[in-house]
């Protein structure tokens, strides 16, 4: 079969099928159109068109064009997502969490672009939940950053970050310059750093996440809550990660102090 081209204002166009051949007509349907996908016609997150728009482009029945997303999916070319339709899958980032983890080596591993843009700051009294992970008082004040942090182009992850002040008060100034947390710990006087803890949980996201990450409500977050701290053991950064569920797999690598 020939390659095919799904014009925008041509829905009603038919796409011939082989009927003779002993490959059911719904298999044929998943092989043309995991061929466009991997041409790039549908880009990774692109919404394919509706079972509906699909059907009358073969020739055939909604439900053999369901049949056919249905094996796509399994095969974890495609994800369906109830309400909106079927999309093409993201590359899932194998993100390391490990004693020294650093946003930018893990996504320099895997060849992938990236970026961290600083979408808001705040000097605001530490309280109980970040005074525990910094070992201040709650009252003490802390410098908040949050930053999107990208890979190719798309929204990765959201991570709220708190610093203990005075010692690194305008941190966020920094942050602007460099792009980085490891330099912006670096220009503050820490040399290195350590994942001291990590916890992970999933919960759904709050509107304002699912907007920032490119997620519908439904679609859980994978929300990590790290400790960092310095050569002497002193607590410098505590993180609030989200990522997008589907877009991260995390792998947890043991070490021995």
């Known amino acids: 079969m020939?390659?095919?081209?799904?014009p925008a204002d041509d829905a009603d166009r038919r796409f011939s099928?082989?009927?003779?051949?002993?490959s059911p007509l719904w298999r044929q349907i998943a092989a043309a159109l995991e061929r466009e996908i991997l041409r790039g016609r549908f880009l990774r997150g692109d919404?394919?068109?509706?079972?509906?728009?699909?059907?009358?482009?073969?020739?055939?029945?909604r439900h053999t064009v369901r049949r056919a997303l249905s094996?796509?999916?399994e095969r974890d070319l495609v994800r369906s997502e109830k309400g909106r339709g079927t999309f093409v899958s993201e590359h899932v980032v194998e993100y390391m969490v490990s004693?020294?983890?650093?946003f930018s080596d893990n996504l320099n591993r895997l060849n992938r672009?990236?970026?961290?843009?600083l979408i808001g700051h705040a000097v605001v009294e530490a309280g109980e939940a970040v005074s525990r992970?910094?070992?201040?008082?709650?009252?003490?004040q802390v410098s908040r950053l949050e930053i999107l942090r990208e890979a190719e182009g798309r929204p990765l992850s959201l991570t709220t970050h708190y610093f203990p002040r005075p010692r690194f008060a305008g941190i966020h100034e920094t942050f602007r310059e460099t792009g980085?947390?490891?330099?912006?710990?670096?220009?503050?006087?820490?040399?290195?750093?350590f994942r001291e803890e990590t916890r992970i949980l999933t919960r759904q996201p709050t509107t304002e996440e699912a907007r920032l990450l490119g997620l519908t409500r439904h679609r859980p977050v994978l929300e990590t809550k790290s400790v960092n701290v310095d050569e002497l053991g002193v607590p410098v950064d505590f993180g609030i990660t989200r990522y997008g569920g589907d877009k991260i797999e995390l792998v947890i690598k043991t070490f021995l102090d």
């Open 2 to 6: 020939s390659g095919l081209h799904y």
């Open 99 to 102: 004693r020294r983890t650093r």
């Open 71 to 73: 094996h796509l999916q």
């Open 113 to 117: 672009s990236h970026g961290g843009v």
């Open 180 to 193: 980085s947390i490891t330099r912006c710990l670096d220009a503050h006087g820490v040399a290195d750093y």
């Open 47 to 61: 919404q394919l068109p509706a079972e509906s728009t699909l059907a009358k482009w073969y020739g055939v029945n």
């Open 133 to 140: 992970a910094l070992q201040i008082r709650p009252e003490a």
């Open 17 to 22: 099928l082989d009927r003779n051949l002993r």
